[in-house]
T-cell receptor, first 112, second 116 residues
Framework: SQQGEEDPQALSIQEGENATMNCSYKTSINNLQWYRQNSGRGLVHLIL?????REKHSGRLRVTLDTSKKSSSLLITASRAADTASYFCATGGIQGAQKLVFGQGTRLTINP | DAGITQSPRHKVTETGTPVTLRCHQTENHRYMYWYRQDPGHGLRLIHY???????DKGEVSDGYSVSRSKTEDFLLTLESATSSQTSVYFCAISAGGEFYPVETQYFGPGTRLLVL
């Protein structure tokens, strides 16, 4: 069964605006990751946040993690047309093999 | 980009025929994974490997088998393809060394499989 549930399923904003996507999960995790997928391509790792971290930044990306609410958010600031893609959260549990469980994704469209 | 290739990139086959998909990496990473991606389901783990000849099942392993005889190659076999196995298949790798974050996975470009 799916662990992560993304919200919203689709988001359309104007270039320059900020985009926020949310992810909720059900069980305890060791880390939570966000990936981007451009149409017809493989997934690209964006950022990883560990269960003992609350916030992490990478360029225009900001990720928060609230383990008490079992939720995470991804904020993309000053969006660009090139940010148009699907974004997936993935939760990591088991050590070593690091099996990830992916959500269904948020389809983000940046309008010029 | 991580050195991961998948072959074939596209395949059309008929129900009941065997199909083998190949994932090849040049990174010498310990862990390799096979996922399938379907609309409304995100990515689901089929099988994974934690070393040569060491494999285990994922969430949706029924109808699939895997083999890993070399570090660089991870094969996914559909013994008798069914229409429900029409999907996009992704291979991923992750490192297991002390200098790399084990958790991050790097994905191949995918294989589109259509079973008629």
């Amino acid at each position: 069964s799916q662990q992560g549930e993304e919200d919203p399923q689709a988001l359309s904003i104007q270039e320059g605006e900020n985009a926020t996507m949310n992810c909720s999960y059900k069980t305890s995790i060791n880390n939570l990751q966000w990936y981007r997928q451009n149409s017809g391509r493989g997934l690209v790792h964006l950022i990883l946040i560990r269960s003992n971290e609350r916030e992490k930044h990478s360029g225009r990306l900001r990720v928060t993690l609230d383990t008490s609410k079992k939720s995470s958010s991804l904020l993309i600031t000053a969006s660009r047309a090139a940010d148009t893609a699907s974004y997936f959260c993935a939760t990591g549990g088991i050590q070593g093999a690091q099996k990830l469980v992916f959500g269904q994704g948020t389809r983000l469209t940046i309008n010029p | 980009d991580a050195g991961i290739t998948q072959s074939p990139r596209h395949k059309v086959t008929e129900t009941g025929t065997p199909v083998t998909l190949r994932c090849h990496q040049t990174e010498n990473h310990r862990y390799m994974y096979w996922y399938r991606q379907d609309p409304g389901h995100g990515l689901r783990l089929i099988h994974y490997s934690y070393g040569v000849k060491d494999t285990d099942k994922g969430e949706v392993s029924d109808g699939y088998s895997v083999s890993r005889s070399k570090t660089e190659d991870f094969l996914l076999t559909l013994e008798s393809a069914t229409s429900s196995q029409t999907s996009v298949y992704f291979c991923a790798i992750s490192a297991g060394g002390e200098f790399y974050p084990v958790e991050t996975q790097y994905f191949g470009p995918g294989t589109r499989l259509l079973v008629l």
